[in-house]
């Protein structure tokens, strides 16, 4: 089962418009991820927000994690035809050493910008 | 090109034969990680290592997947008796074990069991 779920499942936007998704998860985490997919592509990790964090900014990306309501947003400013893209939020889950690593993925926001 | 490699980027195999997979982690990578993605979904949790130990296997994942890692280095997935419902793309990443960190991934092998 998946750990994380996205919302919208889908977003269509012109360039210069934000774009902002939601996720929410199930168990407590260690720390919160977003990664990007391009089609037929790998993953690209983008973000990394921990625990103890409630905010993170990286260059037009900014993201937010509220662990009481288990939920993550990542806002995209200013977005481009190039950000067009699937969006995932991916978890690991608190508790042991043994579980940091292990990543669980919601099924993604694809993201289409428009010229 | 120093990032997770995965060969081959493409495989088409008739049902009922096996497949193997290889993927190289970043060199200074400790943890692996194998994941399978079907069109429109995320990535579902197959298996990992940290250096040649499997940690954890997914329950879902059945008895023909078996996974390797025997020097700590690179890993190898196989399947056996494939199945049209193996088709997928599966995809490989690596990472370091300390602390939090990200997960690097591969370009990943696109299986199609005609």
């Known amino acids: 089962s998946q750990q994380g779920e996205e919302d919208p499942q889908a977003l269509s936007i012109q360039e210069g418009e934000n774009a902002t998704m939601n996720c929410s998860y199930k168990t407590s985490i260690n720390n919160l991820q977003w990664y990007r997919q391009n089609s037929g592509r790998g993953l690209v990790h983008l973000i990394l927000i921990r625990s103890n964090e409630r905010e993170k900014h990286s260059g037009r990306l900014r993201v937010t994690l509220d662990t009481s309501k288990k939920s993550s947003s990542l806002l995209i400013t200013a977005s481009r035809a190039a950000d067009t893209a699937s969006y995932f939020c991916?978890?690991?889950?608190?508790?042991?050493?043994?579980?940091?690593?292990?990543?669980?993925f919601g099924a993604g926001t694809q993201v289409v910008v428009t010229p | 090109d120093t990032g997770v490699s995965q060969d081959p980027r493409h495989k088409i195999t008739k049902r009922g034969q096996n497949v193997t997979f290889r993927c190289d982690p970043i060199?200074?990578?400790?943890?692996l990680y194998w994941y399978r993605q079907t069109l429109g979904q995320g990535p579902e949790f197959l298996t990992y290592?940290?250096?040649?130990?499997?940690?954890?296997k997914s329950r879902l994942l059945s008895d023909r997947f078996s996974a390797e890692r025997p020097k700590g280095s690179f890993s190898t997935l196989e399947i056996q008796r494939t199945e049209q419902g193996d088709s997928a793309m599966y995809l490989c990443?690596?990472?370091?074990?300390?602390?939090?960190?990200?997960?690097?991934f591969g370009q990943g092998t696109r299986l199609t069991v005609v």
């Open positions: 990443a690596s990472s370091l074990v300390k602390g939090a960190t990200e997960a690097f």
């Open positions: 060199s200074e990578h400790n943890r």
């Open positions: 991916a978890s690991t889950r608190g508790g042991t050493t043994d579980s940091w690593g292990k990543l669980q």
């Open positions: 290592f940290q250096n040649e130990a499997q940690l954890e």
